[in-house]
């Protein structure tokens, strides 16, 4: 599914064959969460986890369901459950570029601005478009 997923959805080149294996072999904490939908294997999300933290690495999904924003609810439930229990940051990824500034929606959000962790979304916002346009 993975495999699939990125080159249908972000061109072959970003998740090669080698590189996900690379992932999978990883020494670090990954867990793997599966949603299935009347049996039928419909998203895969690979999350780093430890007791205090979790990171939502990648999800890949059918992308049957891109028009129905499934990939927004695989995050917003990742830390729906990171919140349940207890974890204390859930780190959702980079907002490089336009198409990631969906994540800006979420509440309570902080990133890392090259000196200090900062609430500022409207610069993050301002960096992620001036990012889009290199």
């Keep these: 599914m993975f495999l699939n997923y990125f080159k249908l959805r972000h061109g072959k ?3 090669p064959a080698e590189r996900f294996d ?3 072999a990883s020494s670090l904490p990954l867990r793997v969460i599966i949603y299935e939908k009347e049996k039928e294997l419909v ?4 999350e780093v986890a430890d007791e205090t933290f ?5 999800s890949a999904y059918d992308l049957s369901y891109a028009k129905q924003s499934l990939g927004m609810w695989l995050m917003l439930d ?4 990171a919140k349940a229990i207890g974890k204390k940051h859930y780190y959702i990824g980079t907002v490089y570029g ?3 500034l969906y994540k800006t929606n979420l ?10 962790w900062s609430t500022d979304l409207i610069h993050l916002k ?5 990012e889009s346009r290199k």
Excluded at 43 to 46: E, P
Excluded at 54 to 58: E, S
Excluded at 126 to 130: G, V
């Design 43 to 46: 998203a895969v999300v690979l």
């Design 126 to 130: 301002k960096l992620a478009r001036t």
């Design 78 to 81: 990742a830390v729906r459950n």
């Design 54 to 58: 979790g990171h939502f690495w990648f």
């Design 13 to 15: 080149e970003i998740m």
């Design 22 to 24: 690379t992932i999978l």
């Design 98 to 100: 336009e198409k990631a």
């Design 107 to 116: 509440g309570s959000l902080e990133f890392w601005n090259g000196s200090t």
